[in-house]
C-alpha cells in the first residue's frame, strides 16, 4: 500500500494519526432498533384517544360528580405503564444492539485497529474481508480480488469487481477478496442513511396486526363523532337536569373508545422484545414478533445453524505421488487476510509451509464459485473448492462423492492450466482430497424436534455438496433427510415448479446465494410464511427476502445486519423460544382486542339506540369504569401476557370481528332490555341503572370466559376472582355509595340475572356461527 493516495488528497499508507481521527466527523447515525425517549413519551401522551377522553373529564368534573371521573385516570395509568414499559424494552435494544455491532477494521497510525462503528470517522482508512458490510461511503485504495454485492441498493444481482479508484457505498458487503477504502462520507452523509433515514431511526416492518389495530382506531374514531353528538343531544333534551344529561352522554361516549386497546399491544410487543433480550436475541424490528407467530417454513443453513462454528482439519488424502501438497494448500489457504472457517482450519494446520509461494494472480474464494485459486508462477496455478464443482470424473470425483455420503466436508486441491477455466469444465488435475470435521449442535435436536412438534416445514438449504447435506440431515433424524437434490438442476426460471419441488423436498445441497432469495420467494409464493436463518454472507440476500430473517451471533456482519432478528448467544435451541414468543404475543393481543371492540361495539349499538329512542343512557361513567375495570382492564393485562403454543394465521381483522360484533350487540341488546323490564314509575334512576349494570356485567363477564378458553388452572382463577369482586362491590355499603349501585330490589336483580343467562347463551351461540364465516 506504499504510496497509495485517494483522488481526495488523502494518503492511505498509514491511515489517520489518533489527532486526526479525533478531530474529523464521526459516523454516528440513528439506531433502527428503537426510537427516541422524547418519541416514546409523545406518542404515549399525545393521542387523539387521550385528548377525548381528557375532554370528556374535564365536562365531568365541571358539571358532575367527581366519582363519574375515575375514567380519567385511564389517561395516566395509559401513558405511565406505556412509557415504562416502550422504554424498558428501548433500553434492553440499544443494549443488546452495541453488543451485536461488529467491529470495523481500520488503520490508524500506522496499526490495525477494531473501533466501533460510531466511532469511525471521516477519512478513516477502512480494511475490508468478505462478509463485512460497508457502515460509510468511500474510494477504494487497495483491492485484492474485491468483490462488493451492491444488490441491496441497486438491486443487481451479481457481485461487481472494485479496483483502485473506485467508489463504494454503504448498504453494500464484501463478499470476496479483501481490500482497502477511505471513507468519503460518514454518518448522515452516508448514501444508504440518506436513502433511508426515517427507517433507520425506527423501522416498522409490515405488521397486519398494527394495521387491523390502527384500522379499528380509526373507523371507531369515525363512529363516535356523530355517534356522541346524537347521544347529547337526546340527552340534553330528554333530560331536565343538566349534570344528569351530560353524565349520561359521557358514560356513552367513552364506553365507546377502546382506550386500553393500543396500550396492550404495545405492553405486549415491548414485553416480547424483553423476553427475548433476556435470553440474548435482539430484535431489531418490533413487528418481526408478529412475524414469528406466523412462520410455517423454517430455512436452515447446515453451516454455523446445524452445525457448530468452526472447523478442523482431519486427514488429507493424496492422489498423486511427488506433489507439494502441504506447500499449496498452505499458500492457497494464506491468500486471504480475511479467511473463512475453511481456510482457517488448514492455516491451523499447516503453518509457516507456503514460504516462496508467491502469488501472481488470485481468485478469492465466493459463495457463488465455490472455489479460491492462484497462479504462482513456476509453481503453477492451483485451486482449492468443491469436488463436485471441480471435477467431473475420474478417481478423485468417486472417492469424494464416497466420502461426501458419510457426512464429511470434503475439498480438492487440483493443479489447473489458467485461472479461468476452474469450474467451467476446463481441464484440472485432481491432487489431494481435504476432509473437514464438523460438529452437529447438541441442542440441533430437540429443536427441530420442537419445530416438528408445532408444525413448521424446516428445508436445510445448504452450498455443500448434497450427499453430505444429507448425511447431517439423516443423523438429525429430520424427515425426508435421506434424499439430497443437487441445486444446481433446479429450475431457474419457473417458480412455479420450484416451488412444487421445495414443497415436496426437504434437504437441497450446492445452492448459490442467488437460488436461496429464490427459494423463499418460492415459498412465499405457495402461501407459505417463512423464515430464514443463517450466518454467513451468501444468505444476506435471502435473509433480507424471508418474512423473518434471523442472523447467528457469530456471523458476518452484513448477515446480522439485515435480519430482523439476532441470536447474539449464537444458539440454535434459542430458536423455540423466540417462535414461542412471537406466538405468544399475537395470540394473546387477539384475545384483548375481543375484549376491548366487544365493549366498543355494545357501547355503538346502546349509544344509537338511546339516542333514537330518547331516554336514559343506561349506566354512568363510574357504572363502566367498574365493569370495565373487573371484565377488561385487569384480565386483559393478564391475558396479554400469557404463554400460548398455537400457531397464528392470517385474518386477524376479520376474526376480532366475527367475534366483537354480535358479541357486543346482545350485550348491549341485553342491559337495553334489563333498564327497561325494571323501570316503573315508583323505581329510581339509580336503582334502573344497578340492573343495568349487573346484567351489563354478568354478559360482559360471560364474553371474558368465552375469549379465556381454554380454563386453565390460573385462567379459571382470574375470571373467578373478577365475579368474587363484583359481589363484593354489590355488598358492601361503601362501594355501593361510591358507584351509585342500589341493589335492594331482588325481583330486579333476578330480571337482570334471567336476561343475562338468556343472552349468555345466545352469545355463546353467535359467536360459534359467526366464527365458521368466511369473509
Known sequence: MDGITSAHGLTSEQGLTSAQAAAAKTNRVPR????????????NVFTLFNLVIGVLWALILIFGEWQDGLFGLVIVANALIGIVQEVRAKRMLDRLAVVNEAPVRVRRDGEERLVHPHEVVLGDLILLGAGDRLLVDGEVVRSEGLEVDESLLTGEADPVHKHAGDQVLSGSFAVAGSGAFVATRVGTDAYAVKLAEEASRFHLAHSELREGVANFIKYITWLVIPIGALLIYSQLKHSADFGTA????????????????????????????????????????????????????????????????GMELEQVLPLRDGEPVEEALAAVAGLDDHPNPTAQAIRAHYRDRSDGWTARETVPFSSARKWSGADFGER?????????????????????????????????????????????????????????????????HETLRYFAKQGVTVKVISGDNPEAVSAIAVGLGIPGGDRAVDARALPDDDEAKLGELLDANTVFGRVTPQQKRRFVSALQARGHTVAMTGDGVNDVLALKDADLGIAMGAGSPATKAVAQVVLLDNKFATLPYVVGEGRRVLANIERVSNLFLTKTFYAIVLSLLVGVAGVMFPFAPRHSTLVNALTIGVPAFFLALAPTFERSKPGFVPRVLRFAVPAGVLCAGAVLLSFWAVHTGTSTLVEDQTSAVITLFLTTWWVLVLIARPLTWWRAGLVGAMAVLFVIALSIPFVQDFFALQPDDAVNDLIAVGISLVAAAAISVAVKVAGTLRP
Open 32 to 43: 433502527r432498533s428503537s426510537r427516541s425517549l422524547s418519541a416514546i413519551v409523545r406518542a
Open 246 to 309: 351530560i353524565t349520561g352522554a359521557v358514560a356513552g361516549i367513552v364506553t365507546m373508545i377502546p382506550e386500553g386497546l393500543v396500550l396492550m399491544t404495545s405492553i405486549a410487543f415491548a414485553v416480547g422484545v424483553v423476553r427475548l433480550g433476556r435470553r440474548r436475541c435482539l430484535v431489531q424490528e418490533l413487528p418481526a414478533i408478529e412475524g414469528l407467530a406466523r412462520v410455517d417454513v423454517l430455512c436452515l443453513d447446515k453451516t454455523g445453524t446445524l452445525t457448530a462454528g
Open 380 to 444: 503453477g496455478a492451483w485451486v482449492l473448492g468443491a469436488p463436485d464443482v471441480l471435477l467431473q470424473e475420474g478417481e478423485g470425483y468417486r472417492r469424494s462423492a464416497e466420502l461426501a455420503a458419510t457426512g464429511t466436508r470434503v475439498l480438492a486441491l487440483c493443479r489447473a492450466d489458467s485461472l479461468a477455466t476452474p469450474g467451467e469444465g476446463g481441464p484440472v488435475e485432481a491432487v489431494a482430497l481435504v476432509t473437514l470435521k464438523q460438529r452437529i449442535r447438541p441442542d440441533a
